[in-house]
């Protein structure tokens, strides 16, 4: 089984700026999503010492993957995956999504609000990016423990949440990517869970 969590919200988040593998910290209402996320898991967990955590290496993957052990209390370290890292939007990082609009309108011709991430010049597309997110999603199926709670990210969970349940390409990115729920991916399964 897995449980599959987006990290809490950051501070580009909150100013709707573009992240890809740029950082930023987490706000105070992205800690508390964390604490939420773990007290949740924690119900849902009988025994923690069964259970492996998997994160995204991106700094804010790793603080709600940290917060989240310390509430469930696994005594493994957190692992790190790469393959599970964010889009890379190149030079669109660090931008305001008005301001990318009002930039680079060609780019954006045609784009609906969920493929307009790999409209970026010198990012990702969406093959680079879904071959990364099914190999990362095969190392996360191949990992020696059977339950696993995994840290990614918004675009990374919808795309690896559509692989593993088979979607197509435009149901996969209209899914949503909260952070106040995760998902429990199962026999081929997405679920929505709630955080307490």
Same mark, same amino acid.
């Given at each position: 089984m897995i449980y599959l969590l987006r990290h809490g919200e950051t501070e580009f988040n909150r100013e709707t700026r573009i992240q890809g593998w740029m950082h930023s910290e987490l706000t105070p209402e992205g800690v508390e999503q964390a604490h939420a996320m773990g007290r949740t898991l924690r119900r849902l967990i009988a025994a923690p010492a069964d259970w492996a955590i998997? %994160?995204?290496?991106?700094?804010?993957?790793? /603080?709600?993957?940290?917060?989240?052990?310390?509430?469930?209390?696994?005594?493994?370290?957190?692992?790190?995956?790469?393959?599970?890292?964010?889009?890379?939007?190149?030079?669109?990082?660090? %931008?305001?999504?008005?301001?990318?609009?009002?930039? +680079?309108?060609?780019?954006?011709?045609?784009?609906?609000?969920?493929? /307009?991430? +790999?409209? %970026?010049?010198?990012?990702?597309?969406?093959?680079? +990016?879904?071959?990364?997110? /099914?190999?990362?999603?095969?190392?996360?199926?191949?990992?020696?423990?059977?339950?696993?709670?995994?840290? %990614?990210?918004?675009?990374?969970? /919808?795309?690896?949440?559509?692989?593993y349940a088979g979607m197509g390409k435009d149901e996969a990115l209209r899914q949503e990517a909260p952070q106040d729920a995760f998902f429990r991916l199962q026999d081929g399964l997405v679920e929505r869970i709630a955080c307490d």
């Open positions: 998997l %994160s995204s290496p991106q700094e804010r993957a790793l /603080r709600t993957a940290a917060i989240v052990r310390d509430i469930v209390g696994a005594p493994q370290p957190i692992e790190t995956e790469p393959l599970i890292k964010e889009i890379t939007l190149g030079g669109w990082e660090g %931008s305001l999504y008005e301001d990318i609009e009002a930039a +680079f309108p060609q780019a954006l011709v045609g784009a609906t609000r969920y493929d /307009r991430f +790999f409209r %970026s010049p010198d990012g990702e597309d969406y093959e680079t +990016f879904a071959a990364r997110m /099914r190999r990362g999603l095969e190392a996360i199926l191949a990992h020696p423990s059977p339950n696993l709670i995994v840290v %990614s990210h918004g675009v990374a969970g /919808r795309v690896m949440r559509g692989l």
